[in-house]
């Protein structure tokens, strides 16, 4: 089946520092790419839909000069965590959908922890 | 390796009762997750079981049996719109989301 993967699985920083995380399709072409966030024993959360090509579309309460997400080819798509804070400390996944396919198409990523010190 | 199984593909009546089969093999365990997926839409969170028995929520519950590697989720009421695929995913320990490839659930009236 299709593959996403997301590149580092596991990152800490320092608080105040950036840290990007990369979401790959890697054997299909995917226009959207979800993000999402989970805290420990939480729900995943959605935190914004990425589009290739076009502005991504943040869910409410999600600050987007904090979370830069930019997807700037049908593979790709990048979260930048900006000036990190502990509390920024989370799970974030990422999902991708195939291009030209409808329903349910949805593949994804194995996830990428972040602790901020 | 680590894997998540659920049937492809399900068919239930509208107003009648369906319960989707999940069972895990994973390098530790963190809590198991079903989430709902309607067509072309982001998967949205259904339940979240760490401890065995049965949560239930609504016309929705969800049972664990960590002993079994086993869950399922039991949907009442069927109505057309739970026609969705039903994603189980499974955290490892290390806190990596294992995930099911989904049940698509087809509601007929």
């Not at chain 1, 589009?51 to 979260?79: C, M, P, R, W």
């Not at chain 2, 009546?13 to 997926?37: D, H, K, P």
């Amino acid at each position: 089946g299709a593959v996403v993967s997301q590149h580092p699985s596991r990152v800490i920083c320092k608080s105040g520092t950036s840290v990007k995380i990369e979401c790959r399709s890697l054997d299909f072409q995917a226009t959207t790419m979800f993000w999402y966030r989970q805290f420990p024993k939480q729900s995943l959360m959605l935190m914004a839909t990425s589009n290739e090509g076009s502005k991504a579309t943040y869910e409410q309460g999600v600050e987007k000069d904090k979370f830069l997400i930019n997807h700037a080819s049908l593979t790709l798509s990048t979260l930048t965590v900006t000036s990190a804070h502990p509390e920024d400390s989370s799970f974030y996944i990422c999902s991708a959908r195939e291009v030209g396919l409808g329903a349910g198409e949805l593949f994804f990523g194995e996830g990428s922890r972040l602790t901020v010190l | 390796g680590q894997n998540i199984d659920q049937p492809t593909e399900m068919t239930a009546t509208e107003g009648a009762i369906v319960q989707i089969n999940c069972t895990y093999q994973t390098s530790g365990f963190n809590g198991l997750f079903w989430y709902q997926q309607h067509a072309g839409e982001a998967p949205t969170f259904l339940s979240y079981n760490v401890l065995d028995g049965l949560e239930e929520k609504g016309r929705f519950s969800s049972f664990l049996s960590r002993s079994k590697g086993y869950s399922y989720l039991l949907l009442k009421e069927l109505q057309m719109k739970d026609s969705a695929s039903y994603l189980c995913a499974v955290m490892d320990s290390n806190y990596q989301l294992i995930w099911g490839a989904g049940t698509k659930l087809i509601i007929k009236p």
